[in-house]
């Protein structure tokens, strides 16, 4: 069992930034994927962020260039960088790690942004 906890959340005005971390509670050996997603009220949850334990990263269109995901393996911790943010960018944000061998996942219990205009 792995537990991920997230902090980092509050709120911003627009432009602002905040920085999200996400911490596994085990040493993680296993190839994996760490990454963020995000949940508006009404909305389904969506990809915000993800890198694979080799450095691939993959971005949502609508954080490219704005937000930076960045791991460090040995603390088994991952962190998304959010600047420029925009009130759209509102949402519960949840930290996931899947196991791309045994395809595991385990999500974070969450963490609030608001961003206000």
């Known amino acids: 069992q792995v537990q991920l906890v997230e902090s980092g959340g509050g709120l911003v005005q627009a432009g602002g930034s905040l920085r999200l971390s996400c911490a596994a509670s085990v040493s993680i050996f296993s190839p994996n994927v760490m990454g963020w997603y995000r949940q508006a009220p009404g909305k389904q949850r969506e990809l915000v962020a993800r890198m694979a334990t080799g450095g691939t990263t993959t971005y949502a269109d609508s954080v490219k260039g704005r937000f930076t995901i960045s791991r460090d393996n040995p603390k088994n911790t991952v962190y998304l960088q959010m600047n420029s943010l925009k009130p759209e960018d509102t949402a519960v944000y949840y930290c996931?790690?899947?196991?791309?061998?045994?395809?595991?996942?385990?999500w974070g219990q969450g963490t609030q942004v608001t961003v206000s205009s």
């Open positions: 996931n790690i899947f196991f791309t061998i045994t395809t595991r996942e385990y």
